[in-house]
């Protein structure tokens, strides 16, 4: 079971229920949402495009960004939202299964 922390709003009480709360119970797409998230923000990135022996040219082509966005995004300056989230999480998995890492 992976513990998931939920964001918690200015003032708001921490009860046990909304800190201890896990994937379970979470909506799929919702679970991929944060399984997409982990990953991005595990800062394994650049080690799963290197293994995969792609360049940050080629992400950057790919995924539709500029060679900055990648660089920024693997060195913890910058984090990727919204699409451009979805489309960089989705390039790692692929290729982390290229480069058979578990991503």
């Not at 009480?13 to 982990?38: C, P, Q, W, Y």
């Amino acid at each position: 079971m992976v513990p998931y922390l939920p964001k918690v709003g200015k003032g708001m009480a921490h009860t046990r229920h909304e800190v201890g709360a896990t994937f379970d119970g979470m909506s799929n797409e919702a679970l991929e949402i944060a399984k997409d998230r982990e990953l991005i923000l595990s800062g394994r990135g650049q080690v799963i495009r290197e293994a995969a022996r792609v360049s940050r040219s080629e992400a950057a082509k790919e995924i539709g960004v500029d060679v900055a966005s990648i660089w920024r995004w693997e060195t913890g300056r910058r984090t990727p939202r919204g699409e451009c989230a979805r489309r960089y999480a989705q390039l790692l998995k692929q290729l982390a299964k290229v480069a058979s890492i578990d991503g």
